[in-house]
């Protein structure tokens, strides 16, 4: 994902999606079309929009966290020593992590090549906690309109136990033409 600091929010998240990617066509992907490299998703019209994720992650906080997208909906990551507080919990930054790329890639196909994103707002629950394990996170789309979408997810662990909920709402904003300065 690209972070473009001249955001409304300083915070937008644009994945790398090529151009030739915007301009395929076809049905709506299910998350099991997902390729590991490769993650496709599809908008409403049925262009299919590719976001370039290797196997962990799409930027250095995503692969070093370890993320790994199952969908655009999707993303699950083992927890591991390096994600584990002093209190001996998986932190909370790991979590809220999650939820904000899980959101950020759950809106992205909903957008244009047009458009860009930013957090505004996520509002976080933590309900228990894990040690070890798989963690999962899911995100619904709520509502998406001209600039602004709000979303709702959770976490949950691979033993069912749900560890977070959390409700963003995002903006969604023109892309600036950049300008190289030589």
Known sequence: MNHTPDSPSGSA?????SAESRN???????PEDS???RNLA???????RE??????GIDGVSGFMGMRWDSADTVRLEIRPELINAGGLLSGVVTYALVDYCMGSTLWPHTTEDEHIATLNISINYIQTATEGE???TTELDRRNRTNAVMRSEVRHRDGRLLVSAIGSYAIFPARKRTRVP
């Open 13 to 17: 998240v644009t994945p790398e999606v």
């Open 24 to 30: 395929q066509t076809g049905p709506a992907i299910a």
């Open 35 to 37: 390729v590991e490299g």
């Open 42 to 48: 599809a908008d409403a019209s049925g262009t299919s």
């Open 51 to 56: 976001r370039s994720a290797d196997r962990f």
């Open 135 to 137: 963690i999962v996170c």
